[in-house]
């Protein structure tokens, strides 16, 4: 999983897991490649209108797209 390290200003700054890393690179389809992308590059900007706390500082990004998608 990717995770916020830490606020430099306006941008902030984004690591990747080894599990995310896997999981990502394994993804076969660009379409979904690039919507990932895009809300990954959004987190780094600060935009974090789709994060939900679960509780003991873990957070779900949902990724809204088309519909079935």
Known sequence: MYY???DRGCMKEIKQTTWFEEWFSSIRD???VKI???E???LALG???H???LGE???E???HTAKGY
Request: hydrophobic share 45%; proline share 0%.
């Open 4 to 6: 916020i390290a830490h």
């Open 30 to 32: 660009f379409k979904t």
């Open 36 to 38: 990932v992308s895009r």
């Open 40 to 42: 990954i590059d959004k």
């Open 47 to 49: 935009i974090t209108s």
């Open 51 to 53: 994060i939900k706390s």
């Open 57 to 59: 500082g873990l957070f």
């Open 61 to 63: 990004l949902k990724i």
